[in-house]
């Protein structure tokens, strides 16, 4: 009868608590639980197993056990229940959560709780809220540490707090080592934790020997079958010896490559957990994938290929290029990218790549995969297919998806061009050399598609995967000047920006500003650590962080000059004979990739190192230009019935010979167009640290933080020359002045300071001092910030350049 009046007291829908179990609030959640039933007088139930038998007894027990059950999992969140499904009864349900919390071997929670008490801070909170928080860690910590237990068992949970302790002062790199000890059900004593740590350090310190480093992949046998290669190793990795760089330092040398692929290439990055790279974020967010996709290869390279052109860029590469095609292999994920000034051009590139493929590796494309632009559907495009016999597959209307590898790799290779520029502030002009160079890096990368192997190591499993060591893209360096008219007392060197790697030469491929020429060359010294262009100009532009065409806010003049790498040099049949063994196999993806060998694993004949090669080509002028470009100039309207018009009757080619020179030495002297032309010319930089100084000798400004509410003004450099009668230089003159029209008469100021000098009053002076026999001296203030008396505040932005 007891059993029967108490089981009353528990009601379907009697809640034993309204915050139910989750992964943090255990302690709080077993008191309520444990409270409860002791208030309803069914403690029992916590400790004790249902009666034997089927007894009138028992089954009213296992009836109030199953009321009591109900209440319990109607108390705990979704995501444990699955934890406690097994379970039938509450002693087995309980015991069981306090397995899983509070139980012997949960080692992650002491950590945690030890971790949180030992490292609390207020940060803010107010004091009851943040003494709650706390006094809850004590209790938790209390049951878990057990100060009722005895003097052994005390002694044990000093020593696993020592161990804690222990583990949570090492370094991040061993955060795999911590976690693996922290999961052991039962934990080593600190000595053997020790021993742990120590066997685990000697694994990740030194560095990785290149003669024992190999990926495993597919590729040609000496009978040109593809198949399996299990006892062929990879070449040694020349990136693998990484050295006393740190991960972000390797991380930006190869292309801003990713987390996984970093660690499959240096195992020593393994404990690695995040890169924290800005310009990753810039470049490569995007939203989560909602649905996995299903990969399948083909079995056999070039049996399947896709293709997609990619443009119009609004901004014109530094070689003309707009557009560029890529061709993907299918079953080994390797890229072919070809920089175009017009889509026109796709037949011919496809030709090239079509006879490529077929010569260096015995195999025709079988397949061929595309949108449906009409460049793919051209009559010479249809009819050379038909010729071929490929079988040309277009996706179907408004379905890219049909056609989305190519587009993830388009996707793909702008993110990691993105990253390129972004982390070295490279202008847009050079986005087709960014794209070439993350072709290039795409290739040497371990691939998650390919389940961690190497798209070139698909097809040369015996060549050395990186014929010369990655370099940061973007940075300054220097390329050894070996013109014919540079004398002993010049510069040896020519200071460049470093923007990939040449296809058909064994060296790096840098552009100089001042000659406006891409240099290849292997005497090349690299300051990696040095941006070449200003980021301060990368980052003026509020759009950085979107995807437009305005990322990069000022762009290098296009210089006459052809692409190293848009067209092949004209070398003998010996040069050829040399350089395609060698070199060709890097399959350096520039604009046109690199020819692929019938035979990769015979070695090729030494190559002595060439010098650096000066390219100096013009660009086609039937090139794309701008509409401003294409147009030309065009007089007035006015002028359009002028029948005598004064162009007709005047030209340069009547001055006298001292006129041209005055004129050809007028136009040699030209003005930066922008502030990074400015700082890459000593004599402008003189200049403007000149100005620098007069500005905060006269004391013209405090060097303050910007007030909260306030507004800063910017400011510009302005750039003039000043030349003699005879058209030679005299003076170089910078000056720094203040965008006042971006204040407001009335609001921001009531009057202006601005005294000039009329011409008649320095005829009075003049004629004052001629009359009376004055000593007349002239005066040059060196500055447009006169010595007026401000009654505001004004704040003003940093120079630029020139920001502390």
């Not at 007894?55 to 229940?81: K, M």
């Not at 010896?241 to 292309?255: A, I």
């Not at 930066?672 to 100005?691: D, F, I, K, R, V």
């Amino acid at each position: 009868m007891a059993e029967s009046k108490t089981s009353e007291m528990l009601p379907m829908s009697a809640k034993i608590t309204d915050s139910k179990l989750n992964w943090t609030n255990y302690n709080d959640w077993t008191k309520t639980v444990r409270a409860y039933l002791l208030g309803v007088e069914k403690e029992a139930h916590l400790t004790k197993d249902p009666p034997s038998g089927d007894t009138d007894v028992g089954l009213a027990w296992s009836r109030v056990d199953a009321r009591i059950f109900f209440q319990i999992w109607n108390s705990i969140e979704p995501q444990i229940l699955a934890f406690v499904s097994h379970c039938n009864t509450v002693k087995e349900i309980m015991d069981y959560l306090d397995f899983m919390f509070f139980g012997k071997g949960n080692f992650t929670r002491i950590h945690e709780v030890c971790k949180g008490f030992y490292r609390s801070q207020q940060q803010g909170l107010p004091l009851k809220d943040f003494f709650i928080d706390f006094n809850k860690l004590y209790e938790e910590m209390k049951v878990l540490m057990s100060p009722q237990a005895d003097l052994q068992t005390r002694i044990k949970n000093l020593e696993v707090q020592a161990i804690i302790s222990f583990l949570e002062a090492l370094d991040p790199s061993y955060d795999t080592i911590r976690s693996q000890v922290l999961s052991s059900q039962e934990l080593p004593s600190l000595d053997d934790v020790f021993s742990r740590v120590l066997r685990a350090d000697s694994l990740v310190r030194p560095s990785i020997d290149p003669n024992a480093s190999a990926l495993a992949g597919r590729g040609p046998f000496e009978n040109k079958n593809y198949g399996s290669r299990q006892n062929t190793s990879a070449p040694p990795l020349t990136s693998s010896r990484s050295g006393g760089s740190s991960p972000f330092e390797v991380h930006c040398r190869l292309g801003h490559m990713s987390l996984s692929s970093l660690k499959r290439l240096y195992p020593q990055f393994s404990s690695v957990s995040s890169l924290n790279c800005e310009s990753c974020q810039f470049a490569k967010h995007h939203r989560v994938h909602l649905a996995p996709r299903v990969n399948k290869r083909v079995a056999s390279p070039f049996e399947f290929v896709h293709s997609d052109v990619w443009g119009p860029f609004s901004v014109l590469s530094q070689t003309g290029y707009r557009y560029f095609v890529t061709f993907v292999d299918d079953f080994s994920r390797t890229t072919w990218l070809y920089l175009m000034k017009h889509r026109s051009e796709l037949f011919t590139h496809f030709r090239h790549f079509f006879a490529e493929i077929q010569t260096q590796f015995n195999t025709p494309v079988k397949i061929l995969r595309s949108d449906n632009a009409k460049e793919y559907f051209s009559a010479p495009f249809t009819e050379y297919m038909q010729n071929h016999s490929l079988l040309h597959q277009s996706s179907c209307v408004d379905t890219p998806a049909q056609n989305g590898i190519t587009e993830r790799k388009n996707h793909h290779l702008f993110e990691t061009a993105r990253a390129l520029m972004f982390h070295s502030g490279v202008p847009k002009s050079f986005w087709a050399d960014a794209v070439s160079a993350a072709c290039f890096f795409i290739n040497h990368m371990p691939s998650a598609v390919l389940n961690g192997e190497i798209p070139y190591s698909i097809l040369f499993p015996t060549t050395k995967l990186f014929p010369v060591d990655p370099k940061i893209f973007g940075c300054v360096c220097f390329v050894r000047d070996v013109r014919p008219n540079v004398s002993k007392l010049d510069p040896e060197s020519l200071r460049c920006v470093f923007l990939g790697y040449s296809r058909v030469q064994k060296g790096y491929r840098c552009y100089s500003l001042d000659l406006c020429r891409y240099l290849v060359s292997t005497d090349v010294t690299f300051h990696e650590s040095s941006p070449f262009f200003p980021s301060s100009i990368l980052f003026e532009s509020s759009s950085l962080v979107s995807k437009s065409d305005d990322i990069l806010v000022y762009r290098v003049p296009i210089s006459p000059v052809q692409d190293a790498i848009s067209e092949p040099e004209i070398v003998s049949d010996a040069d050829v004979a040399n350089i395609i063994p060698s070199l060709v196999p890097a399959l350096l993806s520039d604009s046109v990739p690199a020819s692929l060998v019938s035979d990769p694993t015979s070695p090729g004949p030494a190559i002595p190192v060439p010098d650096p090669v000066v390219l100096d080509s013009t660009i086609d002028p039937s090139h794309d230009l701008p509409i401003a470009l294409r147009k030309g100039t065009h007089p007035p309207k006015r002028y359009a019935d002028c029948i005598y018009p004064i162009s007709s009757f005047v030209s340069y080619q009547r001055l006298s010979p001292v006129s041209s020179s005055l004129v050809a030495t007028l136009e040699s002297i030209s003005l930066p167009t922008n502030l990074h032309q400015a700082l890459t010319h000593p004599s402008w930089c003189a200049t403007m640290e000149e100005e620098m100084m007069a500005l905060e000798k006269a004391g013209t400004w405090t060097l303050v933080d910007l007030p909260s509410g306030k507004k800063a003004i910017g400011c510009k450099w302005v750039f003039a020359i000043k030349t003699k009668a005879d058209g030679s230089l005299e003076q170089l003159k910078t000056r720094l002045v203040a965008k006042g029209y971006a204040q407001t008469y009335g609001i921001d100021y009531s009057e202006t300071f601005s005294p000039v000098a009329k011409l008649t009053s320095v005829r009075l002076l003049v004629s004052l001092a001629a009359t009376y026999h004055w000593d007349l001296h002239q005066l040059d203030v060196k500055n447009a910030f006169l010595n007026g008396d401000l009654l505001e505040e004004v704040y003003m932005e940093q120079p630029p350049g020139f920001v502390a």
